[in-house]
């Protein structure tokens, strides 16, 4: 995608220029953002999901834990 940028630069303005943006930079900085931010929140996201596994793991362990040491005890 970014060759053609590079090589087709004015074909590319137009269509930029249709959409409201008056420079390609414009409109190539404010992609890389909209991209940059769903990554993150992507991320954010997935590291939700994998604490909560986590979470629900230990807490499990937890319990069987002390299950074990109350019979244990008996």
Excluded: C, W
């Excluded at 269509?15 to 931010?37: A, E, H, K, P, W």
């Amino acid at each position: 995608g970014g060759m053609i940028v590079s090589i087709f630069p004015k074909t590319l303005s137009l269509y930029t220029q249709n959409i409201g943006f008056s420079r390609l930079m414009d409109f190539i900085m404010t992609l890389g953002f909209i991209i940059l931010f769903g990554l993150l929140l992507h991320n954010y996201l997935v590291i939700h999901r994998l604490e909560k596994r986590l979470e629900n793991v230990v807490r499990k362990k937890a319990l069987r834990k002390i299950k074990e040491y109350k019979d244990k005890k008996n």
